[in-house]
């Protein structure tokens, strides 16, 4: 339902399934930074770009189901 909710919704949710806190704090600053472009109309600096790219791309990473090597 994270569409349909706020963003303190979806955290709240993704901490109720038990998402790591490092991941979580990664998601609250491109959520605030989402906020503000969307509903402040706020332009965020040009270094914010390549830090949302690098901070997706961890939250992926630490979110992917990891596969179980087979004996």
Same mark, same amino acid.
């Given at each position: 339902?994270?569409? *349909?909710s706020?963003?303190?919704?979806? !955290?709240?949710?993704?901490?109720?399934?038990?998402? &790591? /806190? $490092?991941?979580?704090?990664?998601?609250? *600053?491109l959520?605030?930074?989402?906020? !503000?472009?969307?509903?402040?109309?706020?332009i965020? &600096? /040009? $270094?914010f770009h390549?830090?949302?790219? *690098?901070?997706?791309?961890?939250?992926? !990473?630490?979110t992917s189901?990891?596969?179980?090597?087979?004996?």
């Amino acid at each position: 339902p994270a569409l *349909e909710s706020t963003s303190e919704e979806t !955290l709240g949710l993704l901490k109720n399934q038990g998402v &790591p /806190e $490092s991941v979580s704090t990664e998601l609250k *600053e491109l959520l605030e930074q989402a906020d !503000l472009a969307k509903f402040a109309k706020t332009i965020p &600096p /040009e $270094s914010f770009h390549s830090k949302a790219l *690098e901070s997706s791309r961890n939250i992926i !990473l630490e979110t992917s189901p990891q596969e179980t090597p087979m004996h």
